[in-house]
């Protein structure tokens, strides 16, 4: 079975601060990707960033970065200087290239104070 | 960008009448779309995958009676909710998945509020 595991389901960070958010995952399979989607107020879902298992070496985009470590099935979002707008909903999702089905984890509710 | 529609955004239904719900992929074309179900609070629950001209794949625990899905385009599936309850008030997200793209990334419907009065 796969699973996704978000063990934060509240944190809040101060403006222009850097937060971590934690996702540990479990699957049997070697070929899969790593993905978080940020779901704001406005319910759509955004993809943020996105991390191919094979690749070694960490996904970044922008103020946006992760910390994949493959042995650990650990992969966590650093979101660095953060904005106001990136108060959402963050979901840690885990997708095989046998079933291309999502699992999404529970979810981390991120609030950002001004 | 790729875009994905959902319409309605918000429905209300009396209990035991059916309500349908469009997915659209506006500027590409999906063979596979997904459904699914977010509790409030909750996570994505995926119902079913949408293949583009044949019958969609229920996840166990998913009554297919129930929720009639529908793909008959590459651009267009539709989820109906049969003989709505109450408790089948949740809000639905679709996703859709470029044709034969090895992209792994699938585009989210804004997701549409239900509710069965």
């Known amino acids: 079975a796969q699973t996704v595991t978000q063990s934060q389901p509240e944190m809040s960070v101060q403006e222009a601060e850097t937060v971590t958010l934690s996702c540990t995952y479990d699957t049997s399979e070697n070929n899969y990707y790593l993905f978080w989607y940020k779901q704001p107020p406005s319910r759509q879902m955004i993809l943020v960033i996105r991390q191919e298992a094979y690749k070694q070496q960490n996904a970044t985009e922008n103020r946006f970065s992760v910390n994949f470590q493959k042995a650990a099935k650990s992969f966590s979002l650093k979101i660095s200087d953060s904005q106001l707008g990136d108060t959402a909903m963050y979901f840690c999702a885990l997708l095989t290239s046998g079933t291309y089905k999502y699992i999404f984890g529970t979810g981390t509710r991120l609030k950002v104070l001004a | 960008g790729a875009v994905v529609s959902q319409h309605p955004s918000r429905v209300i239904c009396k209990s035991g009448t059916s309500v349908k719900i469009e997915c659209r992929s506006l500027?590409?074309?999906?063979?596979?779309m997904f459904w699914y179900r977010q509790f409030p609070k909750k996570s994505l629950m995926l119902m079913a995958t949408s293949n583009e001209g044949s019958k969609a794949t229920y996840e166990q625990g998913v009554e297919k009676d129930k929720f009639l899905i529908n793909h008959a385009s590459l651009t267009l599936s539709t989820l109906t909710v049969t003989s709505a309850h109450p408790e089948d008030s949740s809000f639905y997200i679709c996703?859709?998945?470029?044709?034969?793209?090895?992209?792994?990334?699938?585009?989210f419907g804004q997701g549409t509020r239900l509710t069965v009065v």
């Open positions: 996703s859709a998945k470029y044709r034969g793209s090895r992209s792994t990334e699938a585009f």
């Open positions: 500027d590409f074309q999906a063979t596979t």
